[in-house]
């Protein structure tokens, strides 16, 4: 299984590097067969905090029937997020997830670009939930049924509102591209 992980500009770094440990915990210890591509528009991609991270492909070399899985940490809107994650090319690459049925895992704001590509249109999701409700009345502006839980799944998607959840939105892609027996030992090995 391969999970392409997506870093718009100012990505946190925290919500991007649970996909890699979790998936690396599975792989290394469990020989799970899920490996972790990194994407990004161009190869060096600054994160939150000024953080620099090469990428391992650039968007435009994407195909999405290489992979079962969409990844996508959220950031921060000082940092430059939003012109990244609401740009056209990716709303197109969100779309095409979509549509084949594969998972997509957004990690706290993240779930606005996937309310930006439509995918959420009339579907339950979440998003950041503090600083008064902000970014959850975004995510209703683009058509979603907004619901103030840590973690919602509607289908194929997964949406959580803030990077505390970010380890379990990880570990539930793992369930979800393997089995919940699978996930509980790669849970129990990293303390959880």
């Not at 690396?24 to 067969?33: E, I, L, V």
């Not at 490996?35 to 000024?50: D, E, G, I, L, P």
């Not at 706290?108 to 339950?124: E, F, H, I, P």
């Amino acid at each position: 299984m391969k999970i392409l992980v997506f870093l718009a500009k100012g990505f946190e770094t925290m919500e991007f590097s649970v996909f890699v440990d979790v998936m690396g915990w599975a792989r290394n210890d469990f020989g799970y067969d899920v490996q972790v591509t990194t994407c990004a528009f161009q190869k060096q991609v600054m994160s939150t905090f000024n953080i620099p991270v090469l990428a391992d492909t650039t968007i435009d070399e994407i195909n999405v029937d290489d992979y079962d899985a969409l990844a996508i940490p959220g950031g921060f809107e000082e940092f430059g997020f939003y012109e990244e994650a609401y740009d056209a090319r990716f709303s197109d690459l969100i779309r095409e997830f979509d549509a084949k049925g594969k998972i997509i895992a957004s990690i706290c704001v993240a779930a606005l670009a996937l309310g930006k590509s439509g995918v959420l249109n009339n579907r339950t999701a979440t998003t950041y939930h503090l600083s008064q409700g902000h970014r959850q009345q975004q995510l209703r502006e683009f058509g979603v049924n907004v619901v103030n839980k840590p973690i919602v799944v509607d289908k194929n998607i997964i949406t959580s509102y803030c990077p505390e959840t970010a380890v379990h939105v990880a570990f539930k892609l793992l369930e979800m591209l393997t089995s919940t027996e699978q996930t509980e030992k790669v849970k129990e090995a990293m303390g959880y």
